[in-house]
């Protein structure tokens, strides 16, 4: 593999594992604060995905504004989905298992929904620029790739400022250590996951638009995010940044594999790498173990 093709396959490898780092964050943040895989989160991506290029083909062909009002209401509907599907059971004290068995559920009931209602048809997002690349050299740049680079960038950037810096941010690392003792101190526990389960469905709004522009959508899109999924477990469930760094890892490693051996070969080599990794470090890059979790 020469030069041009190394830093071709890392520049796609880059974009694509920026993606799976949003899908691994969005994913980790409920993780951190309830202690269950939250599933339901590639419904939320699926809904997105369909709104986003609803509002792209029917409302206003603009990719700015499409993925702002898709962004917003991918945060809405995650407070939406907390409230109507794990607050109750929470707030009943019902057992963990009740929740991952909730977010499956509505992970499922979403898919359906879509595939009942407009069947197993492709929907492709419009064509936002006239030209899709532009060469540097040897190397073919995508606009759309280096939009999903920068964006994930930025996204996660100020992900890290909110929960460094900001008070919602810092009782949300207060909650993420033990969920009961925030209340004592006058925490509002249910703002707290609230706003947990927004900005989980901020990152997913961002990734249903991203991955409908990517792809075509349909209403399997949402299991797109196992990729995501797995690079949260990778990278440790307790860890926001070791979910961050493992997607990269997965996106690289996942290019560059698909380059020399096909996307067939690819995917047993990396489920394999993934299965051997987990035996040797169940908790992952930067995890910590747990004692309770679904």
Known sequence: ???????????????????????????????????????????????????????????????????????????FIGVLIERLIFRPIRL????????????????????????????ADYYPYPEFMKQTAFHLGTLTISKTYLMMLSLTAVVLLLLTWVIKRTRVGIALRAASTDIRTPSLMGINVDTIISSAFF??????????????????????????????????IIGGMGSLGGGVIAGLLLGTTESFLIAEIGSSLTQIVIYGAIFLLLLVRPEGIAGKRYIIKA
């Open 1 to 75: 593999m020469d030069w041009g093709v190394l830093l071709q396959q890392l520049f796609n490898g880059f974009s694509l594992g920026g993606v799976y780092a949003l899908e691994a964050v969005g994913f980790g943040l409920i993780f951190n604060i309830l202690k269950f895989s939250n599933f339901s989160h590639s419904g939320l991506v699926c809904i997105c995905a369909y709104l986003g290029y609803y509002l792209a083909r029917h409302i206003y062909a603009s990719f700015i504004v499409t993925l702002i009002m898709t962004t917003v209401a991918g945060g």
């Open 92 to 119: 009943k004290g019902a057992p963990q298992t009740l929740f991952l068995v909730n977010s499956i559920t509505c992970a499922m009931l979403v898919q359906q929904f879509f595939s009942a209602t407009l069947g």
């Open 199 to 232: 900005m989980a469905g901020v990152l997913g709004g961002i990734t249903g638009y991203l991955l409908g522009l990517t792809y075509n959508v349909d209403p399997f899109i949402g299991s797109m995010i196992l990729k995501g999924i797995i690079a949260s």
